[in-house]
C-alpha cells in the first residue's frame, strides 16, 4: 500500500508558474508510476502527467506538453510536476496518482488533492 500527499497548490495569475508535490510514503518499491490528474468543476478527472519510477520515462497531456514538466526524486520518494504559462483552463483540483504493481496485478493510489486557482 502507498500513502500519497499534495502539496504546492495555491492561487496564481494567468501566465505565472506553480510547482506542485507530492510525497509517496508506505511500499515504494512497488511503485510503476507516478503522475498527476486533474479535476475542474463539472467535469471528469483527467490525465495531466506521468513518469515511471525506475527509468524516468515521462509522458504528457496535449494540453500541457511544453508548459509543464514532471520529474521524481526516488531517494525522497517525491514526485514533482513545475506548471508554466499556466491558463484559465488549467484551474482545477490536482491529483497525485501513484500506480503500485506486484507481478501483473496492478493497483491505483491517489492523493486528497491539492487546488490550483488560476486568475486572469
Known amino acids: 500500500q502507498v500513502q500519497l500527499v499534495e502539496s504546492g497548490g495555491g492561487l496564481v495569475q494567468a501566465g505565472g508558474s506553480l510547482r506542485l508535490s507530492c510525497a509517496a510514503s508506505?511500499?515504494?518499491?512497488?511503485?510503476?508510476?507516478m503522475g498527476w490528474f486533474r479535476q475542474a468543476p463539472g467535469k471528469e478527472r483527467e490525465f495531466v502527467a506521468k513518469?515511471?519510477?525506475?527509468?524516468?520515462?515521462?509522458y504528457y497531456a496535449d494540453s500541457v506538453k511544453g508548459r509543464f514538466t514532471i520529474s521524481r526524486d526516488n531517494a525522497k520518494n517525491m514526485v514533482y510536476l513545475q506548471m508554466n504559462s499556466l491558463k484559465a483552463e488549467d484551474m482545477a483540483v490536482y491529483y497525485c496518482?501513484?500506480?503500485?504493481?506486484?507481478?501483473?496485478?496492478?493497483?491505483?493510489?491517489w492523493g486528497q488533492g491539492t487546488q490550483v486557482t488560476v486568475s486572469s
Open positions: 513518469i515511471s519510477w525506475s527509468g524516468g520515462s515521462t
Open positions: 496518482n501513484a500506480v503500485y504493481r506486484v507481478w501483473t496485478t496492478t493497483t491505483d493510489y
Open positions: 508506505g511500499r515504494t518499491s512497488n511503485i510503476y508510476y
